[in-house]
T-cell receptor, first 116, second 116 residues
């Protein structure tokens, strides 16, 4: 079975500082996609960043970047220059590349609070 | 393009009743997935529809069912509601089924169901 683990249920960070959210996953697949989704309080879930497992280069989207360690099955999210609007639940998600008929597997989430 | 829309946004029902939730995917997306989100269980996959066919199903009882129409709009139905069905029900759409995981899924705002 494929699983996604987020070991930090809650985190907090001061505005303008950097924070890293952890995610590990378990799979026997070699090709897959990984994602970080953000769900602000009472708002819609949105895609933050994605990573293709066959690419060694870590994905970056503005202040968001990942540290993808395929051998360790680790996929952490770094948020630089944290802003109040980054306060949200963050979900790590996984889907195999040859996934027809399979589904996304989500981690339990990390609640991030950005403090003024 | 318009995003994923879900109706209604809020719903209050009593035990034993049934409920139907609706989801309209992003134009051109033919895959629609449904998730149940609760504080205790996190995001749990219900089922996925692609081209009017259920492609994958999560571990939920038969009281949970769904369907997809030719225009890709989807409905999910919960019969004989239980208190534990109170949750945020999220719909997500994507292209080419879950196989297009590389694009990620695009989520709707959810329907918050309260069962009294």
């Amino acid at each position: 079975a494929q699983t996604v683990t987020q070991s930090q249920p809650e985190m907090s960070v001061q505005e303008a500082e950097t924070v890293t959210l952890s995610c590990t996953y378990d799979t026997s697949e070699n090709n897959y996609y990984l994602f970080w989704y953000k769900q602000p309080p009472s708002r819609q879930m949105i895609l933050v960043i994605r990573q293709e497992a066959y690419k060694q280069q870590n994905a970056t989207e503005n202040r968001f970047s990942v540290n993808f360690q395929k051998a360790a099955k680790s996929f952490s999210l770094k948020i630089s220059d944290s802003q109040l609007g980054d306060t949200a639940m963050y979900f790590c998600a996984f889907i195999p590349y040859s996934s027809y008929g399979q589904n996304f597997v989500f981690g339990p989430g990390t609640r991030l609070s950005v403090l003024p | 393009k318009a995003g994923v829309t879900q109706t209604p946004r809020y719903l209050i029902k009593t035990r034993g009743q049934q409920v139907t939730l609706s989801c309209s995917p992003i134009s051109g997306h033919r895959s629609v997935s449904w998730y149940q989100q609760t504080p205790g269980q996190g995001l749990q996959f219900l089922f996925e529809y692609f081209s009017e066919t259920q492609r994958n199903k999560g571990n939920f009882p038969g009281r949970f069912s769904g369907r997809q129409f030719s225009n890709s709009r989807s409905e999910m139905n919960v019969s004989t509601l239980e208190l534990g069905d109170s949750a945020l029900y999220l719909c997500a759409s994507s292209t080419r089924g879950q196989l297009a995981g590389g694009q990620g899924q695009f989520f709707g705002p959810g329907t918050r169901l309260t069962v009294l």
